[in-house]
């Protein structure tokens, strides 16, 4: 069975203390991993697709990286406004995607 | 503006009751999806279509039921058949279900007491 486990649950972090977030998953024939930011009673938006191991995006203070087995989202010098939770999700072949739990970031001013 | 409508946005109901989400595209986008957010438990798919007048069931179709009679538009009832309906449901949609991003609506939120 296909699975996406994302680790810490939760994470809290100084602003200005970096780190990562980890998605690991077990599909075969892996189509893409994309990465969602959601804050509390909104619906998930949308940060970054990976398609192959060994690419990297960045966007702002986020750096998405992914491997044969696992996806990092590194967050360099958080603020406070990056508190969120963070959702990865896989993508085989062509069915929709499936969605880890999730790691809720708080990170303290 | 281009994006995803779900309404309402806050609904309560009673028990036994059927209940219809709305959610509309305006994107020009082929594939709608329905997820359901519980806490901890991430998104779990309802319902998906690719095409008017076809629909998927996803992991967890049991007391629901959709149609798409418009490219724009993908209604999810719940039905008193499903045990558990208080929750999160999101309406998402993408131009095709292969290696395209999803985007997501605000989210409709259900309680059934």
């Known amino acids: 069975e296909d699975q996406v486990t994302q680790s810490p649950e939760a994470l809290r972090l100084q602003e200005g203390e970096s780190s990562s977030l980890n998605c690991s998953y077990t599909v075969s024939g892996l189509r893409g991993l994309f990465w969602y930011r959601q804050d509390p009673g909104k619906g998930p938006e949308f940060l970054f697709t990976?398609?192959?191991a060994g690419e990297e995006k960045e966007k702002e203070r986020l750096k998405a990286t992914l491997t044969k087995k696992e996806s990092f989202l590194h967050i360099t010098a958080p603020k406070p406004e990056d508190s969120a939770t963070y959702l990865c999700?896989?993508?085989?072949?062509?069915?929709?995607?499936?969605f880890g739990k999730g790691t809720r970031l708080s990170v303290i001013a | 503006d281009g994006g995803i409508t779900q309404s309402p946005k806050y609904l309560f109901r009673k028990e036994g009751q059927n209940v219809t989400l709305s959610c509309e595209q305006n994107l020009n986008h082929d594939a709608m999806y329905w997820y359901r957010q519980d806490p901890g438990q991430g998104l779990r798919l309802i319902y998906y279509?690719?095409?008017?007048?076809?629909?998927q069931k996803g992991d967890i179709a049991e007391g629901y039921s959709v149609s798409r009679e418009k490219k724009e538009s993908f209604p999810l009832t719940v039905t008193s058949a499903q045990k558990n309906p208080t929750a999160f449901y999101l309406c998402?949609?993408?131009?095709?279900?292969?290696?395209?991003?999803?985007?997501f609506g605000e989210g409709s939120w259900l309680t059934v007491v």
């Open positions: 999700a896989v993508q085989k072949g062509n069915t929709p995607l499936v």
């Open positions: 998402a949609s993408s131009i095709l279900t292969s290696g395209n991003t999803i985007y």
């Open positions: 279509s690719q095409i008017v007048n076809d629909f």
């Open positions: 990976l398609y192959s």
